[in-house]
């Protein structure tokens, strides 16, 4: 309606030969950005340009209950399926092997992404924390040890788990280099067989891992004994790494969908519940 006034007035100012005049409309930007125009920014600069439908992971072998070599299944293991599903993607393969071999197969992209890769490793892109890891010391409370700090346990025999010097942190690293009755395997059912066996004082262990083998074990060995457990590292947070940036970015994207969604507390929770130890295999 009003366009349809503006043109006739147009019109017969034109034939009356009197000139109309059009009002000039600026339009000032305004002083400052939207918060969410970074934001969205960001978010769109992370994302890979191609999207990625698959990816193949390596991770330990010894790893449940976070992952199982021989079935899908585990805390972490569902907490990734879920991630990658809430964007369209999905596990290609995951590639069980000793920790540095683990990281050598992404280093030389025979796989896209480490599980668990340690810090700063060179070359690699890494994404937020998927989960996190209680890493602790764990001995037969009978006997006693007075182990209440890292230099406490230059006193007794200490197991480790395979490249643990590169996870806990410079004081651990220094001490455990240092130490004459210090050693790592990558079996870490072995650990606790060899704690509750006698071979061993102690061992450095994840919480979770500990108490699934001290299940699974408890049909074979007296694993019902007191233990104590001294919590001498922080939580650590547990990233995934890839070699190329850009599923890096994607999986992180996942990640962040995951930790926002009612999905990430409750597998955390079934696994609180004990619903990830064994029930009739032993492996």
Known sequence: MKFGILLLLVTLSSSMGYPFATATVVVTPPEQKHPLVDQHAAYFQQMPT???????FSTSNSIAPYFFADQPQGVQYDLLVAALKLEGMHIKEIVHAPNLRAQR??????????????????????????IEYQNSVFYITKNKLAIHEIQD???????????????????FKALATDHAN?????????????????HIQS??????????????????????????EVPLFDPAE????????????AVNHAISSLKQSYQYQEI????????????EHVN
Do not use: W
Not at 105 to 123: A, R
Not at 268 to 279: D, F, G, I, M
């Open 50 to 56: 191609t999207p990625i439908k698959q990816v193949s």
């Open 105 to 130: 197969l992404v280093q030389s992209k025979k796989v896209d992404c480490m599980i668990n890769t340690p810090d700063n490793v060179q070359g690699l892109f890494y994404t937020q924390s998927l």
């Open 153 to 171: 346990l230059n006193n007794v025999t200490v197991l480790g788990f395979q490249n643990a010097k590169q996870y806990l942190g410079e004081e």
């Open 182 to 198: 210090y050693s790592e395997i990558s079996n870490q059912k072995s650990q606790v067989v060899m704690l509750f066996n006698g």
């Open 203 to 228: 061992v450095v262990l994840e919480q979770r891992i500990f108490e699934y083998y001290r299940h699974l074990l408890k049909d074979r060995l007296n694993t019902g004994v007191s233990v104590t």
């Open 238 to 249: 547990r990233k995934i790494a890839c070699h190329d940036k850009n599923t890096a970015a």
């Open 268 to 279: 955390l929770s079934l696994a609180e519940q004990n619903n990830y130890q064994p029930t």
